[in-house]
């Protein structure tokens, strides 16, 4: 009989190990990342009574004879369910949650950590942290910028309120277009065959030099005559009020049909405000004018800005921390960093919902988001448990009914034992 009380009671430790397992899946259904873990069980080793025997010409094989060795079942493992839960949006800016493939990576006192729980929060020193103080790590953008992200160079993820955006200079860009550009249209109806003195129409602008000082300059149409063809002609001149001396100057053709032709630039050369003895110089693109008998409604728009604090920030889905700043620019922050590994089952449990590298997972690929095979970032969200309720009430009701019959056959046993002793006679 001894067999088959052991033999329960592997079952009753099974079954409990079970309801272990789902106990602890159902009281984190609410918690942030949360991964739900199974229960797989084993057949025990058994005891062989006798091997089976070949056939031969004269008598058939006989099969093996195994009995239980004093234990019936075992708990195999316990496996994670590494799926994504899905994702409840917060609002606040700091929290993310992954679309797809990875982990985020923090830094803790006790080393690199992963983990799929996003809520993020700001400390006191503005590095992005979890709840637990842990560091995300990622790459810090220099200027708007990055260079060389790698996993060898992460580190924590930092964003100032007061920080602020350093000033660029109104300047002509490298490729070759103009620092100023000027749409819209001048109507042609103005010009005359006379001299036209006294007609004029302006168009404001601000510049900054490099310490992100503004000035504002004026753009003038004046004088504007009838050309051969029907076409119109103007004097431009770029003043800066209230004066009155040229930074420089131009005469703007319009063809019969109101489009420019010929020169569509003019050249500015202007003293810098910001201590340079070499003069500020940039263009004045034309080119989008036109001069026809619409009403005259003109447009310029200058490159450069001055020094702005940050306003606000949002998180891209490839993980980009960009920051909107007081002078109407935008700039990248920092990027989030994730990390993949060949086998997410085999990480480590250490608690909070945080990961650790074990011998069996693999080492970690640290990379960008939405690249490779890398998942997306969903910003002001946070990845729900992939717990099922449902199917954690039916693992319930399955290790309920697993201990009931495996604790009747100790009932049995025990009853056939005591069945056994009262037939010797005292």
């Not at 404001?204 to 490099?210: G, L, M, Q």
Request: glycine share 12%; net charge negative.
């Amino acid at each position: 009989m001894s067999g088959s009380l052991y033999a329960a009671i592997s079952g009753l430790n099974a079954e409990q190990s079970l309801l272990g397992v789902v106990s602890q899946n159902i009281a984190n259904a609410n918690t942030t990342g949360y991964k739900s873990s199974h229960v797989t069980f084993g057949q025990a080793m058994e005891q062989t009574l006798s091997g089976g025997t070949a056939p031969t010409a004269t008598l058939g094989g006989t099969n093996p004879e195994q009995i239980s060795a004093g234990a019936a079942v075992g708990v195999d493992g316990v496996n994670l369910n590494m799926s994504q839960g899905s994702l409840q949006t917060t609002g606040i800016s700091t929290n993310m949650a992954i679309q797809g493939n990875g982990f985020f990576v923090v830094k803790s006192p006790q080393g690199m950590q992963y983990t799929r729980a996003g809520d993020f929060t700001l400390d006191a020193q503005g590095q992005l942290v979890n709840p637990q103080g842990s560091l995300v790590q990622g790459w810090t953008a220099v200027n708007g910028q990055f260079a060389g992200e790698s996993a060898g160079n992460v580190g924590p993820i930092v964003i100032q309120p007061g920080m602020t955006m350093n000033p660029s200079a109104t300047a002509d860009p490298s490729t070759g277009t103009a620092a100023v550009t000027v749409t819209g249209n001048l109507n042609a109806a103005l010009a005359t065959a006379a001299t036209g003195t006294s007609t004029q129409r302006t168009v404001p602008f601000t510049v900054y030099d490099s310490l992100g000082n503004a000035t504002t300059l004026d753009l003038n149409f004046s004088s504007p005559t009838v050309v051969s063809g029907s076409g119109t002609s103007w004097t431009a001149t770029v003043t800066e009020p209230p004066s009155t001396t040229s930074l420089g100057s131009g005469t703007v053709t319009f063809g019969p049909t109101g489009a420019i032709s010929g020169t569509a630039t003019i050249a500015v050369s202007m003293a810098t405000t910001d201590g340079s003895k070499s003069p500020q110089t940039f263009d004045i693109s034309l080119s989008a004018m036109t001069a026809d008998a619409a009403s005259t409604q003109l447009t310029a728009t200058a490159n450069g800005y001055g020094q702005g604090s940050l306003s606000n920030y949002t998180v891209g889905s490839n993980g980009v921390i960009t920051g909107t700043f007081s002078n109407g620019q935008t700039q990248a922050i920092a990027q989030v960093a994730l990390a993949n590994f060949s086998n997410n089952a085999g990480l480590v449990n250490v608690g909070n919902t945080m990961w650790q590298q074990s011998a069996n997972s693999g080492t970690p690929q640290v990379g960008q988001p939405a690249s490779g095979n890398f998942g997306s970032i969903a910003g002001g969200s946070v990845e729900e448990s992939n717990v099922s309720l449902a199917n954690q009430f039916v693992n319930m009701i399955m290790a309920q009914q697993g201990y009931q019959a495996n604790a009747k056959v100790i009932s049995v046993a025990q009853t056939l034992d005591t069945t056994l002793v009262n037939t010797i006679a005292p």
